[in-house]
């Protein structure tokens, strides 16, 4: 931390207030973040981190009116007296969605587009476009289209594509978000290199802790209800127990550590798993936990509910996705299936539910041969969740979404209205039986 700069970002009792909010979304906010800072904001979802970096890269007040009191000094430009256009010669945003912010044709074009629209010579637009492409690795796909490129790679498009106005500020708001955990290390990697390069100051949104910790931060700003809580370094704030008040998920190896019974402190370097200086009685206690663990999962063999053999499964004959899968889940277990993007894990589920057949392979539940049954059988045996919700539901109200499948099997009338009152009250959507889905948020349609 280099703490005798200026900051190159200042806010002095600073708040701001949506237009269409009756309260401040942010308050007494104090921040000072120096150049060449890598800065961490985590907090609880709706606690307003993604209107604090609004506030910097001045989409607020621009496209989302409100009103802003205090200070707030970006790159030696007063953010609450200039025009979002300004600012973003001063800052660059890379947002969660790499799709949507894409809009060239091609990578080059992608790149390129803010240049172009600076009406830029075409030599001077190819040398820079070339050097940034060269900063995120992505020198050799100049020529790629979108639908050519991985989720990871559309990211450093976007990178690049910010990077083009030479800004000293990078804002990366839940850059990890539709990333599996490899990609998402590759990520932080990306971002540490180009910091280290360009010496840019980086702040970067997310609750994926453990993979932002995958490379060095300098600091961890942790908000709750518009309010900075905390400011502390990684191993300071991963020793308090701040992270799990505000429900927040720290890193799974400190977790298993507190179950073991270590006491996790700033001394014992806890943010990284690699370098955790941990002593004699505490690794013991930790091998001891670990083995308690492991007997625990071999108990009870038996009441296997859902076996599968050798599946092989390809939407297209030349490519398998799906090669030797066997697994068997016993009655009343809690499984997760996990995997990189690409891998396979939403196909298995499909294949089980019967939306796609599989090429060889059986599927057996209670010992019976299940891809003899439709879809319809199964889904009396199996309930499938999709990753979006809206895919899902199909009837315009709640009551009928729910009762949909019991229609569909002849139950009577008064059945339903039971069973779904039921289901209802289990999912703690008793009360809005009567609503339409379409008033429900984001995760009351998963439930
Ligand atoms: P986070 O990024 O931490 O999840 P947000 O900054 O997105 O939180 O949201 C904080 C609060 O501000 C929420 O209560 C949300 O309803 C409100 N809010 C966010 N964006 C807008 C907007 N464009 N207009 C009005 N209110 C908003
Ligand atoms: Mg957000």
Redesign the pocket.
Known sequence: MKNTDSPIISFKNYSFQ????KRP??KNINLDIYPGERILIA????????????CINGL?PY????KSEGTLIVDGVDARQSSIFELSAHVGTVLQDPDGQFIGLTVGEDIAFALENACMQQKEMKEITQHVAELVGMEDHLEYAPYELSGGQKQRVSMAGVMVNQVKILLF??PLASLDPATGKQTMELIEEIQQKTDTTVVI?EHRLEDVLWRDVDRIIL?EG?EILADLRPDELLATSLLTETGIREPLYLTAMRYAGIEITEEKKPAHVESMLLDETDKKKLQQWFEMYTEKENAGKDDILLEVKNLEFGYSEDKKILENVSLSIRKGEMVSIVGKNGAGKSTFAKLICGFETPDTGEILLNGQNLLKENIRHRAQHIGYVMQNPNQMISKPMIFDEVALSLKKQGFTKEEIRRKVEATLKICGLYPFRNWPVSALSFGQKNE
Do not use: F
């Open positions: 949506y237009r269409v909010q979304t942010l907090g609880p979802s709706g606690c307003g981190k993604s209107t604090l970096a609004s607020n496209s989302n009116p409100g708001d839940e949104i908000m518009g």
